[in-house]
DNA sequence: TTGAAAGCGTTACCAT
DNA sequence: ATGGTAACGCTTTCAA
C-alpha cells in the first residue's frame, strides 16, 4: 500500500507538510500544496485509518445500535438507518452497525477499544437497557426517540405530542367536532414511546378543545387484516368526522380501502390526516395531508450533535423537532358542520 | 484509557507476553496466562482498535455494501443485513454500513484506506457496478447474490434455478400436471437476478416433465392490491391445479384470502408451495410447504469465505445452495387426478 | 517460557 | 512555510 512517506518524496517535501496538507491543520502555500496534490492522485493514496485512529485521537466512526426487534417495521426501520449513514457520511463518518445482543454489549466494546467516536441508538424502547450502557462509556451517545429515563442523555425525535396536537388543531380549526385516532399496534403502545406520545398529544388537545375524541388501535394488515376495518367501523360508529393515522403504508391503504367501500369520499364525507409516517404518503391512492416523520432530520440533528460533542462539552438535553404540516386536500369542513 | 502497559504492569509481565496470553499466538504457562486474565478483567482492558489494526494485519471489520434502492423489499433486506452482522460477529468482525452512492464509492475508500479487511456484497443487480470495483481492489469482496458478469468473483446465493425445479417436483409427484407460479413485480424481474432464475428452473423442470405451466407477476399489496386477485384468477382460468408462489409474505396473504373468497381449500383443492420466501411462512393464516430462502445460510457462508480468503488464496466461484423443501401439508394430488 | 525492541503509518509538537 | 521526530498502543521477530 502507497503511505505518506511515498507521497512526501515523490512531492519532495516531508511527510509532515503532506499530513498537514491534507489535513489543512496548519497552512501550505500554494505552490507545495499543489504538488502534493497532485502526487495523492497519481499514487492514489488513501491514508491509512489505523494509523488515523492511532495518532489522531479520531477514529471518523460512529457506532449505529439497532436492536431489530422482531416488531420492528423494517421499512422505517431502513429509512433511519439509510439517513443516519447519509447523515453521518455527510460530516465524514462511517457507520458501524451493531445489531442485536451486539446492541448492548456491543456498545460497551466498541466504545472502550476506541473503535468508535460516538454511538447513535436507534429503536429506543421506554426502558432501553442501552441507557445504562450510554452512562457507563466515556463517549458521547446519541438517542434518536426518547427513553423514559433520560436524565443526562442526548436525545433527538420528532415531537410526537406537537404532532397529535397539531392534528386536532387542523381539523377543529376547518370545523370538526369530533375526530377519531387510528393509531399503531397494541404492541406498539407497550414496546414504544412515541405512539404514546402522539396519543397523549391527540387527546390533550382534543380535551382542551373540548373536541369528542376516540382512539381505535390498528394490527398489521399482513396477519390481521381485519381489525382495520374494525377499527375504521368502530372510528364512524364513534360519530367521527375526521379520521387522524397513525400507522404503517399498508394501514393507511386498508383505511382508504374501506372509507372506499363505505362510499365515503376523502374531503368531502369524511376529512383525514396521517400522523408520524416516515413512508411516502403521495404513493397513497388518495393525497391525505400529512404530518410527516422525517428521518433525514432526526438524523442530520443526532449527527450534528455528536460531532459537535466531540470537542465541545454539550449539555444533555432532549431536542424535540417540531412538526410539519402539509396540505394536500384532505381535510374540508364537516357536512353538518 | 487503560494500555497493554498497565495490564503488563499489573500482572508483572511484559508487553508482550499480554500479548500473546491474549491472542494465543504463543503458549504461556497456566500461571502467568491466569494473573494476566485477572488483570485484564480488574482494569476493564480493551486493545485499543487502531493499534492492532496499525500492528496486526487485521482490521476485524467487513464492509457491508447496500444500495437500498426505492423498490428494494425492505423485510427481507433486513434480515440479511441482520444475518451478514450475526454471522460476522461470531468470527470476531464488525460489519461497517456503505449505503447508496457510498455502496460504490465507499468500497474503494474504506478498502484502499485499509479500515476493512472484506467487503460483503448485498442486494445485487444483473449488471452491478461493485462488479467492477470488487475487481480493482485488493481486499476480498464476497457477492451475496449473482451478477451477470461474475467472472473471478466469489459468489453465494440460494439455488433459485433449483428451488423453482424442485417446486415443480413435488407438485408433478404429486399428481398435478397443470401448475402455475405466481412471481414478483414486473420491475423485479429487471431489477434482480434471482426471480428470473426461479422461473427459469420452474419452467424448464415443467416443460422436462411435461407439465403444463404458465406465469403471472404480482404488484405489492400496498400500491396495487388488485393486482393479486387478477393474478390468482388468472392463474386459476389456465386450469392449474396447483400454485407456486414466489412473493413477499402480504401476496401470501392475500393469495389466501382469494383462495378462501372462492372456496378453495389449501391442499383440498388447490396445492399450493412458497418458494423463495425469507419470512416466517409459519405466520400465515393457513400452513404452507416452503422451500426457504435462509439468509442466515447465505450469509454464514459468505463470511466463512470472507475470512478464509484472508489467508488462503481462494479459487473464486458461484456457491449455489442447495434448496430445502418444507412441508406442511398444502400440497396433494389433484381431485381429478 | 518469557522479554526487549523494531516496526506499523499517522498526527502534532518543537524547531528552524 | 517547512522539516524532524516523538508519540500513539499494539503485534511479532529476535534473543535468551
Redesign the interface.
Known amino acids: ?1 502507497t503511505s505518506i512517506h511515498e507521497v512526501a518524496e515523490a512531492a519532495g517535501v516531508s511527510i509532515s507538510t503532506v499530513s498537514y496538507a491534507l489535513s489543512g491543520n496548519r497552512p501550505v502555500s500554494e505552490k507545495t500544496r499543489r504538488r502534493i496534490e497532485d502526487a495523492v492522485r497519481e499514487l ?1 493514496y ?9 495518532a489522531g485521537r479520531r ?1 471518523n ?1 460512529f457506532a ?1 445500535t439497532e436492536p ?1 426487534r422482531p416488531d420492528t417495521h ?2 422505517t ?2 429509512a433511519f ?2 439517513a443516519a ?2 447523515a453521518a ?1 455527510k460530516r465524514g463518518y ?7 445482543e ?1 446492541a448492548s454489549a ?1 456498545m460497551s ?2 466504545t ?4 468508535v467516536d460516538a454511538t447513535l441508538v436507534l429503536d429506543v424502547a421506554p426502558d432501553d437497557e442501552r441507557v445504562a450502557i450510554a452512562r457507563s462509556i466515556r463517549t458521547p451517545t446519541i438517542f434518536i426517540g426518547i427513553p423514559d429515563d433520560n436524565d443526562g442523555l442526548h436525545c433527538v425525535d420528532l415531537d410526537f405530542d406537537a404532532a397529535g396536537s397539531l392534528a386536532v388543531d387542523r381539523l377543529a380549526d376547518a370545523g370538526h367536532h369530533s375526530i377519531a385516532l387510528i393509531g399503531q399496534s397494541e404492541l406498539a403502545y407497550q414496546r414504544s414511546n412515541f405512539p404514546r406520545r402522539l396519543l397523549n398529544g391527540f387527546r390533550t388537545r382534543a380535551e382542551e378543545r373540548r373536541i369528542a375524541q376516540s382512539f381505535h388501535s390498528s394490527g398489521t ?3 390481521e ?1 381485519r381489525i382495520v376495518r374494525r377499527a375504521v367501523d368502530a372510528a364512524l360508529e364513534s360519530g367521527a368526522t375526521a379520521l387522524v393515522l397513525h400507522a404503517a ?2 394501514v393507511h ?1 386498508a383505511v382508504l ?1 374501506v372509507l372506499a367501500e363505505r362510499g365515503l369520499r376523502i374531503g368531502d364525507d369524511l376529512s383525514i390526516v396521517s400522523a408520524g409516517a416516515s413512508f411516502d404518503t403521495s ?1 397513497l391512492s388518495v393525497a391525505i395531508d400529512t404530518i410527516p416523520l422525517i428521518p433525514q432530520l432526526s438524523c442530520d440533528l443526532a449527527v450534528d450533535l455528536a460531532v459537535r460533542s466531540l470537542d465541545e462539552a454539550l449539555t444533555p438535553s432532549v431536542h424535540l423537532i417540531p412538526p410539519e404540516y402539509r396540505e394536500a386536500g384532505s381535510v374540508a369542513p364537516p357536512q353538518h358542520a
Open positions: 500500500m492514489g488513501q491514508p491509512n485509518a489505523g494509523a488515523r485512529m492511532l477514529t466512526i449505529l431489530l423494517a421499512p426501520h431502513m438507518v439509510l449513514a447519509v457520511r462511517d457507520i458501524l452497525l451493531l445489531t442485536e451486539q456491543g466494546r466498541v472502550a477499544s476506541d473503535l394488515t399482513v396477519t387484516p403504508d399498508d391503504e380501502d404513493a
